[in-house]
């Protein structure tokens, strides 16, 4: 190992882990520090990675159960093996971890396991069990993301009331399953154990589902997740709970004041958002500064108050996401070589892998209309698509917002099969200042989901063609 490294990154997630490889590809001698077992950081071990493989897998246990009839395919009676369905989630979380330290090889990342705390400028101590390390080193990048919010009254045990983290590996389907919160992680993780056979409870404190995202979106949502047989009950504040052998009661009572009820749940989830985690990790000592809310407070070129320490990913702030984490990964890299980085956070997608799923990019309608900006708003449905309709997957719309005045792109929002790949073309166009006509102008694959975006295009700019 080397006596001085010239970058050593305290935790090995998305943003971590891509700044360690980019910063090594660009000739820096780098050390990335994470005190988990495995690389990849909340994403690949407790996030992003095996919420989608349960979503895949949760997902085809319904199309064969309730759509596959419909094609001509006869299966005889569905059956669940769930200590299957997790024995893969598991196989693929491995196989992408140890991508990373393959990743890390490839690319002379020196992997030190343990637990880091900053315990000088320029200096990192990393602990594992009785073994101590010091490295010394000439820039630190601090990239420890993000743990569970709490919920005061509602502790978490991650057996009966679980935090995302107990909700991936849950042994048995429970009968009922309250999920408090209505976002990102509610829906998803709701959805697969809704798909799996529980009856899903959703209490949000908002009077709407993903709070932030468009209107419209918000509203389709509401809708498909109620027919889909979700319970969702909004404007309402979870005040308590109380965990037994049987169960757990769980007290709501509505936000605007009321009622108080007690809902009995198998298990509850808890999920009303992350926050920033800076445990153990010197800030006090070496005069790192946080926000009110905890989130290392950094510059336009991710420079902390301190000279020579550097902060990215959820651990700053801003959309927590994975792909947001890994931009700044990359440009916190270049800025370190020398170069000039970069993130254009007015085009960070955000998904959601519910399905119909949901993507969007951009602004909102209903936000743009906050500000007394003038848009033309083109919107197309899924019914309208002919894929969509030979795929017998037609739920949803796309829907394209651009300037009055100059038909600039200013947001996409996408709820239908595909969307989480269908936002791509968007991304680019509004990366490069595109207009919508410019996306109504480029030729889509025929019979294509795109074409449905394309089409919202047409709208917005002009005319659509199919509705
Ligand atoms: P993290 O991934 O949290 O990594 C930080 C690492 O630092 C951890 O491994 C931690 O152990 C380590 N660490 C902390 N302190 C120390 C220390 N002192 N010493 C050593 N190591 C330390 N985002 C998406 O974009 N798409 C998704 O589909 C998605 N799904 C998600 C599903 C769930 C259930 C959850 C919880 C999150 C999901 N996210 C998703 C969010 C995504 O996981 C985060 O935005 C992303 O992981 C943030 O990356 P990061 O590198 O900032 O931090
Ligand atoms: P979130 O911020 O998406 O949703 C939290 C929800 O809980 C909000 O609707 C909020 O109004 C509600 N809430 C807050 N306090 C409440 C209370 N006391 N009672 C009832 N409801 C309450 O946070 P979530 O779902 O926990 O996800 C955390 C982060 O992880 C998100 O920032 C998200 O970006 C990321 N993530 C991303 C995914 C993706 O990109 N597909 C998947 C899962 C997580």
């Known amino acids: 190992m080397a006596d001085t490294f010239d970058l050593v990154v305290i935790g090995g997630g998305p943003g971590g882990y891509v700044a360690a490889i980019k910063a090594?590809?660009?000739?820096?001698?780098?050390?990335?520090?994470?005190?988990?077992?495995?690389?990849?950081?909340?994403?690949?071990?407790?996030?992003?990675?095996?919420?989608?493989?349960?979503?895949?897998?949760?997902?085809?246990?319904?199309?064969?159960?309730?759509?596959?009839?419909?094609?001509?395919?006869?299966?005889?009676?569905?059956?669940?093996?769930?200590?299957?369905?997790?024995?893969?989630?598991?196989?693929?979380?491995?196989?992408?971890?140890?991508?990373?330290?393959?990743?890390?090889?490839?690319?002379?990342?020196?992997?030190?396991?343990?637990?880091?705390?900053?315990?000088?400028?320029?200096?990192?101590?990393?602990?594992?069990?009785?073994?101590?390390?010091?490295?010394?080193?000439?820039?630190i990048l601090i990239a420890t993301g993000s743990d569970v919010a709490p919920l005061p009254g509602v502790a978490i045990d991650e057996e009966k009331i679980v935090s995302s983290t107990g909700a991936l590996s849950l042994s048995k389907v429970p009968k009922h399953l309250v999920v408090v919160g209505a976002g990102v992680i509610g829906l998803e993780l709701g959805s697969v154990w809704r798909r799996l056979g529980a009856q899903v409870t959703v209490v949000e404190f908002l009077d709407t589902v993903l709070p932030g995202m468009d209107i419209d979106v918000r509203k389709q949502m509401k809708r498909t997740l109620t027919k889909q047989g979700m319970a969702i009950k909004l404007s309402s504040k979870v005040t308590g709970a109380k965990a037994s052998k049987t169960g757990v009661g769980l007290t709501v009572?509505?936000?605007?004041?009321?009622?108080?009820?007690?809902?009995?749940?198998?298990?509850?989830?808890?999920?009303?958002?992350?926050?920033?985690?800076?445990?153990?990790?010197?800030?006090?000592?070496?005069?790192?500064?946080?926000?009110?809310?905890?989130?290392?407070?950094?510059?336009?070129?991710?420079?902390?108050?301190?000279?020579?320490?550097?902060?990215?990913?959820?651990?700053?702030?801003?959309?927590?996401?994975?792909?947001?984490?890994?931009?700044?990964?990359?440009?916190?890299?270049?800025?370190?070589?020398?170069?000039?980085?970069?993130?254009?956070?007015?085009?960070?997608?955000?998904?959601?892998?519910?399905?119909?799923?949901?993507?969007?990019?951009?602004?909102?309608?209903?936000?743009?209309?906050?500000?007394?900006?003038?848009?033309?708003?083109?919107?197309?449905?899924?019914?309208?698509?002919?894929?969509?309709?030979?795929?017998?997957?037609?739920?949803?719309?796309?829907?394209?917002?651009?300037?009055?005045?100059?038909?600039?792109?200013?947001?996409?929002?996408?709820v239908g099969p595909g969307a989480g790949d269908l936002i791509q073309e968007a991304i680019t166009v509004m990366e490069f200042g595109g207009s919508a006509e410019d996306m109504a102008r480029t030729c889509h694959p025929h019979p294509g989901l795109g074409e449905a975006v394309k089409e919202a295009a047409m709208a917005a700019w002009d005319k659509a063609i199919h509705v």
């Open 24 to 139: 090594a590809q660009l000739g820096l001698n780098v050390a990335c520090v994470d005190k988990r077992e495995t690389l990849g950081g909340t994403c690949l071990n407790v996030g992003c990675m095996p919420s989608k493989a349960l979503l895949q897998s949760s997902h085809h246990f319904e199309a064969a159960s309730r759509d596959f009839a419909a094609h001509g395919v006869k299966t005889g009676k569905v059956t669940l093996d769930l200590d299957a369905m997790m024995a893969r989630k598991t196989a693929v979380v491995d196989g992408l971890t140890k991508g990373i330290a393959y990743l890390f090889k490839k690319n002379k990342v020196e992997h030190v396991a343990g637990t880091g705390t900053i315990t000088a400028i320029g200096e990192v101590t990393v602990k594992q069990g009785r073994k101590k390390q010091v490295l010394k080193v000439r820039n």
């Open 253 to 414: 009572e509505p936000v605007a004041g009321g009622k108080t009820e007690t809902i009995k749940a198998d298990v509850v989830l808890v999920a009303i958002g992350r926050v920033p985690y800076t445990d153990g990790l010197g800030l006090d000592k070496v005069g790192v500064e946080t926000d009110e809310r905890g989130f290392v407070k950094v510059d336009g070129d991710f420079r902390t108050n301190v000279a020579g320490i550097y902060a990215i990913g959820d651990v700053i702030g801003g959309a927590m996401l994975a792909h947001k984490a890994e931009d700044e990964g990359v440009a916190v890299a270049e800025i370190l070589a020398g170069q000039k980085g970069h993130v254009d956070y007015a085009a960070i997608p955000g998904v959601v892998y519910t399905f119909p799923e949901v993507a969007a990019v951009g602004r909102t309608e209903d936000s743009l209309a906050k500000e007394g900006v003038a848009v033309k708003v083109g919107k197309f449905p899924f019914t309208a698509n002919s894929r969509a309709l030979a795929n017998g997957e037609a739920e949803g719309f796309a829907k394209v917002i651009a300037d009055a005045a100059s038909d600039r792109l200013l947001g996409v929002h996408i």
